[in-house]
């Protein structure tokens, strides 16, 4: 059975269980101990903060001890680090692009840039201290960097976009907020950037920019949107392509993140089978790409669940149930 190693694996079970039904062994590091992934991995790894020098040794030292064969990070977090550390990971797969698409990525203004470049609709953006001499209002104020909609207002006229370019704490743009509806686009590309599979769904309802409620469209607009956007930025790997369909119909891309989006658990039920194409690219596979191979219509709504621990032996955190079936059996 292949390994598959999942960094700052945080809360995303849905991944990991999803890896675990593909037939990987499925090993989760965080920073954490109490991140709820660890208990729901085969194996699991607490691991200095990504930040820490000592990041890359750590995640090197378990592709050693676990014959790890695949690295999937969960958040946007520890791409960077990665990416340029593929070399210190051999023989397991990191699956990410390069850096030079890592720093594209991470940059929504140079996302932006580059989409314009290549002909690819992007919403009207420039920096702070470029206004145009009139502006169409509504604007959103956005961080450069960042995700989780964290560092984003919305200004309907001057006064409001002067307030809030000086209350933001970190480096931002300004963007017209799009006007029609809004998809996102869950692709995977191979290694050589060719797009396997592209599953559009709508955004029924979304929390701190992470899908709540969404629906499969098969949208073949899109799904050659989310085709054209992996192999045109060099992707491998999962992204997540996020786009309106403004009121002329025109289709405007407003973010792409190199990772599992947060409904992945909504492709994966129309039959992505991304963790399967995944494992292949590990074992040195070339998968066919399969676009538009999916079930459509599937409708995703979420709750809120939970892992619930105890102390075991050297105060060690283990799932209550396990502890009490291990009480049980003896």
């Known amino acids: 059975m292949p390994t598959c190693l999942f960094t700052c694996a945080g809360q995303r079970v849905d991944v990991i269980e ?22 729901r991995a085969d ?23 676990h014959d790890v064969d695949l690295i999937v990070p969960l958040t946007d977090l520890d791409h960077r680090v990665l990416a340029a550390a593929k070399p210190e990971l ?63 207002y919305r200004a309907s006229n001057d006064e409001e976009l002067d307030f809030f370019l000086r209350y933001t704490k970190v480096p931002s743009m300004v963007q017209r907020a799009c006007r029609g509806k809004e998809f996102s686009i869950d692709i995977f590309c191979d290694l050589d950037s060719r797009c396997l599979n592209a599953i559009p769904r709508t955004m029924i309802h979304s ?27 060099g992707l491998r790997g999962p992204a997540t392509v996020q786009c309106f369909r403004e009121p002329d119909g025109r289709l405007e891309i407003t973010d792409v993140n190199p990772r599992f989006g947060g409904a992945f658990a909504l492709p994966t039920a129309a039959g992505s089978r991304y ?39 050297d105060d060690a955190l283990v799932p209550l149930e396990s502890r009490l079936a291990a009480e049980n059996e003896s």
């Open 18 to 39: 999803a890896f675990g039904k593909a037939g990987a062994t499925t090993l989760a590091a965080d920073v954490s101990p109490y991140a709820p992934t660890l208990y």
């Open 43 to 65: 194996r699991f790894a607490v691991v200095p903060r990504y930040t820490d020098p000592g990041y890359v040794g750590a995640l090197a030292e378990l592709v050693r001890e």
């Open 90 to 152: 051999v023989p397991a797969l990191v699956l990410l692009p390069d850096s030079e698409v890592i720093e594209r990525t991470a940059d929504k203004y140079a996302s932006h840039l580059f989409f314009c470049e290549k002909g690819i609709a992007s919403p009207d953006t420039w920096l702070p201290e470029e206004p145009p001499a009139e502006i169409d209002y509504p604007v959103l104020v956005k961080a450069r960097e960042g995700f989780g909609s964290n560092h984003i």
């Open 207 to 233: 929390k701190g920019g992470e899908s709540i409620k969404g629906m499969t469209v098969r949208d073949w607009e899109l799904i050659e949107l989310g085709r054209r956007v992996g192999e045109t930025l």
């Open 275 to 313: 963790p399967e194409l995944a494992l292949a690219l590990a074992a040195g596979e070339q998968p066919e790409a399969r676009l538009g191979e999916f079930e459509e219509g599937v409708v995703m709504t979420r709750f809120f669940s939970q892992v619930v621990l105890q102390k075991g032996e």
